[in-house]
């Protein structure tokens, strides 16, 4: 089923002469099933915007929207609601860290399922079950989530929204601000949940080198539209004048092959996805 | 001008865990330094001790031989200019001018002077454009951007950057390094906090800390090549040192290529 846009335009401000479109013209089809989508683009070129939508957050000024089946359109009846869609798209805003309100970690992950209307004891098997695949164990179900690091704070914010059991994961720059040892730790996760939970993952993010590493599709967005919708080997490899025009940076190992080619003449194949890649082929040729 | 750390240590509250377990370093005049480290190992911390924000518990702060504590602030923050890694939190006007200018308006500089001063900061950063626009309406990295302009117009001896280019564009943030190495070549002291290894290279010295410590204070390029030291630490290599180190490891013998990845590790 997954997300499928077709025409999609949003405006903050649709009634407004000249108005300008966060949206504009969106096709788009996301599968609900082992996606690992980077959504990248300058500030304000309408990732947030459209991620959004896949969540119902916000609804197409024009164009229609369907996730799992379901249009998004405006409520109309007071017991409509997007619960549905919530089930099946997790958004995980960029400081989910603060989201986090109950007394204990067990109390804030079992707060969704609860609202879905599980019973508590389901409702505290799920939560379980959510904390387990973020790797947070039981010593921690009693803790206040306020005296957690702010990495585990993280990770206990994402078991919040796994306990919805959604299809599909969108994270909004979830590594900004992070060191680099947790973020590791968080993209392995999510390298997990992709491949061995068969989860679609879908990343905002201005950090290349995620987008090269781990994304099998990129979704370049400028002003509004889908400038690019390809793999990262496209987009870095054979356009880099878009890369330029859309200010952002090279994956560093695109840039150490450059180099590397520039000052010795040995070309290194750019579809390596890391620097160990890089130094086994690099060993292995020698 | 001078910033000692005496054995300064820091906890939020009685009973809590110390965030600065007994810091020490001296910083002289026209240095440019980074702080790296895990998330909560205190660089933040260090930073809003500095300026004042927060007082130690144990240990003092001087710069040159003024104490930083709370009767002599008004001194202090003439010499010291902070840059935030969330740049809301530091707007207090309607406009992207007033905004600037209010830093000036604090130490009472003369009109004239300030609308010099207010246009070069602009400038600096490249926000001509949007010098009335309210600092809510603009994206996270000309937020940045205008915060940066507000410590340059105030001109003090020592800035601190703390995750300051973490919400700023390739474009923005190649500016704003030029902005810094300006900044170095008028001898200012410079402490960048920093996530970003690439950054951290820039600088001359790197402190590491680790939950509440220092682990290592020395010569940047040295530090960053310290795989062992920075694995424990829970940070990472720059990349061009972290293939470097991996190819050295596999006893790999091109020299050619084991220099240009040194070169670019260098490069500034």
Not at chain 1, 233 to 238: G, H, P, S
Not at chain 2, 27 to 35: A, L, M, N, P
Not at chain 2, 51 to 61: D, H, N, R, T, V
Not at chain 2, 102 to 109: A, R, W
């Amino acid at each position: 089923m997954g997300i499928s846009l077709k025409e999609v335009s949003f405006s903050y401000n649709p009634k407004r002469k000249g108005t300008v479109y966060a949206l504009h013209n969106i096709n788009l089809e996301i599968t609900d099933k082992d996606e690992f989508i980077a959504i990248i683009g300058e500030t304000g070129s309408g990732k947030s915007t459209l991620a959004s939508i896949f969540n119902a957050l916000k609804i197409p000024t024009s164009g229609e929207a369907y996730v799992s089946g379901i249009k998004i359109k405006k409520i109309r009846k007071r017991r409509e609601n997007y619960n549905n869609i919530r089930k099946h798209v997790g958004l995980v805003f960029q400081m989910s860290d603060y989201q986090l309100f109950e007394n204990t970690v067990i109390d804030d992950v079992m707060f969704a399922p609860l609202n879905f209307s599980k019973t508590k004891e389901e409702a505290r098997e799920i939560a379980k079950h959510s904390l387990e695949l973020v790797h947070i164990d039981e010593s921690f179900y009693e803790k206040s989530p306020f005296l957690l690091s702010g990495g585990e704070k993280k990770l206990v914010s994402i078991a919040g929204i796994l306990a919805m059991e959604p299809d599909i994961l969108i994270f909004d720059e979830p590594t900004a601000g992070i060191d680099p040892s947790t973020k590791k730790k968080l993209l392995k996760l999510f390298k997990e949940f992709n491949e061995v939970h068969h989860k679609s993952i879908i990343i905002i993010t201005h950090d290349m080198n995620i987008v090269n590493s781990y994304a099998k599709r990129v979704i370049l967005m400028k002003k509004g539209r889908i400038a690019l919708d390809s793999t990262p080997y496209e987009l870095f490899k054979e356009n880099s004048d878009i890369v330029k025009d859309s200010n952002i940076d090279l994956p560093d190992t695109y840039t150490l092959i450059d180099f590397i080619e520039e000052k010795t003449g040995i070309k290194i194949d750019k579809h390596l996805k890391n620097l160990d890649e890089i130094a086994e082929v690099l060993t292995y040729e020698s | 001008m001078k910033i000692v750390f005496d054995n300064v240590k820091f906890k939020y509250e009685e009973g809590n865990r110390e965030i600065l377990k007994g810091i020490s370093f001296t910083i002289g005049t026209g240095e440019w330094v980074s702080i790296i480290g895990h998330n909560g190992s205190g660089k933040s911390t260090l930073a809003k001790l500095l300026i004042g924000l927060l007082s130690p518990i144990e240990g003092a702060i001087y710069l040159d031989d003024i104490e930083v504590k709370e009767e002599n602030l008004y001194d202090i923050r003439k010499h010291i200019g902070i840059v935030f890694q969330n740049p809301d939190n530091q707007f207090v006007s309607t406009s992207v001018e007033d905004d600037i200018a209010f830093g000036l308006e604090n130490i009472s500089t003369p009109r004239d002077e300030m609308i010099i001063k207010v246009n070069d900061a602009i400038k600096a950063v490249s926000m001509e454009d949007y010098r009335y626009e309210m600092p809510s309406n603009l994206s996270g990295g000309q937020k940045q951007r205008v915060a940066i302009a507000g410590i340059l117009a105030i001109n003090p001896d020592i800035y601190i950057l703390d995750e300051a280019t973490s919400m700023l564009d390739p474009k923005g943030r190649e500016d704003f390094i030029k902005i810094v190495k300006t900044l170095k070549e008028a001898g200012k002291t410079i402490i960048m906090i920093t996530h970003d290894m690439d950054e951290a290279l820039l600088t001359d010295r790197c402190i590491v800390l680790k939950e509440g410590e220092i682990v290592r204070d020395g010569k940047t390029i040295d530090v960053l090549n310290d795989y062992d030291l920075l694995k424990s630490s829970r940070l990472e290599m720059p990349s061009a040192l972290y293939l470097y180190h991996q190819l050295k490891k596999k006893n790999y013998g091109n020299k050619e290529v084991l220099n240009a990845l040194w070169e670019l590790a260098l490069k500034k």
